[in-house]
């Protein structure tokens, strides 16, 4: 009789949680490397447009990044809110894009230096004339391949 | 007396804890990047040599106004309507000498792909969404007639060839195959977009 009682109270058992370690580092591994730390925070409004035909910016080390939008709300007291442009961590004139190219490009080991894309990160709301006169300053240094970074996305509902 | 026994076990039951902390840091920093764009080439900033002679016709001008409305070829167009006039346009073969060609061969339109250009221009006050609506567009086109050419002689969409082309991580063998056969296409429709100084007026 002794026997039987025995078993009626262990029928069930608790789940073993000896590999849950294991599991959790698995993750943690996974996301340490797929994690790309950012850089520079954003200072601006950064939403960009749409569109379908995207070609995939391959290989980082060869993108020069520069954002363009209105400034976000800590900082529309100081600089209004006039879309401006954003270099690494600082607000920039347009002057100043050329110069921030070379310096760029000079960091950039000798045989990436010819083949740079610069990534414009454009507000949809910015007006032409600012990218206009930024793309005229990237044709200054010679900085010609350029990609207008978008959304995967229908393009039409960029007009509403 | 000397103890007998190793060094006693650590406990390990708090490693959870510690990579469940780790692990909550890695996922609030995260940030996958998609980047993906619309890749452009601007022109470089000294005029060539000796002007180039162009014919009207062999130019499709796209405006694109502050209110966001466009004008090409001198008549106002609705942004839907804007690929199929640019594909039109391209594959036009006025002179007969492409072959692969299904244009109307209006006189009044492109000689042939590798002439055609398309000028597109816009006002500074445009808004830059616009712009990229338009850009994909036209780029649209070129996709749209690379694509055709590409499923008739290799049975493969035009952009898909020129991903797996770009793709690091496709196998040499292959990318030296696709690498002719992109550049045949790219030769076929020879993707001629030119941006212009902004207009003031």
Redesign the interface.
């Known amino acids: 009789m002794a026997k039987f009682t025995k078993k009626k109270d262990g029928d069930l058992p608790a789940v073993s949680t000896a590999s849950l370690p294991d599991i959790v580092f698995m993750l943690l591994f996974f996301f340490m490397t797929v994690t790309t730390m950012k850089d520079s925070s954003l200072m601006v409004e950064n939403t960009l447009p749409n569109a379908t035909e995207v070609k995939k910016l391959e290989k980082k080390d060869r993108v020069i990044y520069i954002y363009v939008g209105k400034p976000t709300q800590e900082y529309q007291k100081v600089f209004g809110s006039e879309p401006k442009i954003q270099l690494n961590d600082k607000f920039a004139n347009v002057d100043e894009v050329g110069t921030f190219i070379l310096a760029e490009r000079a960091k950039k080991p000798q045989e990436l230096q010819n083949v740079l894309t610069t990534a414009l990160k454009v507000d949809k709301n910015a007006n032409m004339g600012l990218i206009t006169d930024i793309k005229q300053e990237l044709r200054k240094v010679n900085a010609l391949k350029v990609n207008y970074t978008t959304y995967e996305g229908d393009a039409f509902n960029n007009l509403q | 007396m000397p103890r007998r026994k190793g060094a006693p076990e650590v406990n390990?039951g708090s490693?959870?804890d510690i990579?469940?902390l780790?692990?909550i840091f890695?996922?609030v920093?995260?940030?996958?990047?998609?980047?993906?764009?619309?890749?452009?080439?601007?022109?470089?900033?000294e005029p060539p040599d000796q002007d180039v002679v162009i014919k009207q016709k062999n130019i499709f001008t796209v405006n694109i106004n502050k209110n966001?409305q466009l004008l090409v070829e001198d008549n106002l167009m609705n942004?839907?309507d804007l690929r199929k006039a640019a594909t039109a346009f391209l594959e036009n073969n006025a002179d007969g000498s492409c072959t692969y060609c299904k244009g109307k061969k209006d006189q009044s339109s492109s000689d042939n792909p590798t002439k055609a250009i398309i000028s597109l221009k816009?006002?500074?006050?445009?808004?830059?969404?616009?712009?990229?609506?338009v850009?994909?567009?036209l780029?649209?086109a070129y996709?749209d007639l690379r694509n055709r050419e590409a499923q008739r002689l290799y049975g493969q969409d035009f952009?898909k060839m020129?991903?797996d082309y770009?793709?690091?991580e496709t196998p040499s063998a292959i990318r030296d195959d696709l690498k002719d056969k992109v550049k045949r296409i790219q030769d076929m429709f020879p993707q001629k977009l030119s941006?212009a100084?902004?207009s003031t007026n």
Do not use: C, H, W
């Open positions: 390990a490693m959870a990579a469940f780790l692990l890695f996922l920093t995260t940030t996958i990047e998609t980047d993906a764009g619309l890749d452009r080439m601007l022109p470089p900033i966001g942004l839907k816009n006002d500074r006050e445009t808004k830059y969404s616009t712009y990229i609506t850009q994909n567009e780029v649209g996709n952009t020129e991903a770009l793709n690091p941006e100084e902004t």
